[in-house]
């Protein structure tokens, strides 16, 4: 149940296995698949942050209950330290940019601006990766 949880809330948001993997604590894509085929199980800190950056509870992962919705808790800070999700979600409409980010994220000198880009508004991530686009291009 929770793989099949896992891979449906990865594939409504256009997510590769290794992009979860990597967003929530380094995992390589291997270790995702086989949380989603039910081969492998999270420990319960990984569930923690695949609910939170999936936002859902995890009660709704485990199949505890239908409502995908985590109970607001002030206590908890949802710390995205690759920025994946905010990213996908601003290029999820243009496949073109979303490859090129995609290839842009392998090169160590833009670590720094990948930090930045996930406080961003998706509007600004598109003018950013618009950008970068055009001056390889020149």
Not at 28 to 56: C, N
Not at 81 to 91: D, E, T
Request: net charge positive; hydrophobic share 40%; proline share 6%.
């Amino acid at each position: 149940m929770l793989g099949e949880k896992l891979r449906l809330l990865r594939t409504q948001q256009g997510l590769t296995q290794e992009e979860v993997g990597r967003a929530v604590g380094g995992f390589k894509k291997p270790a995702v698949s086989q949380w989603e085929s039910g081969d492998r199980t999270p420990d319960a800190a990984t569930i923690k942050k695949l609910a939170i950056f999936f936002d859902v509870s995890t009660d709704y992962l485990l199949s505890l209950s239908d409502n995908p919705k985590p109970v607001p808790n002030k206590s908890i800070q949802v710390k995205d330290q690759s920025g994946v999700y905010a990213i996908n979600k601003a290029l999820s409409e243009n496949p073109k940019l979303k490859s090129l980010w995609g290839d842009l994220v392998k090169r160590d000198d833009l670590q720094a601006m990948m930090k930045q880009a996930k406080a961003l508004p998706p509007e600004a991530v598109r003018r950013i990766i618009k950008y970068i686009e055009i001056v390889e291009n020149e």
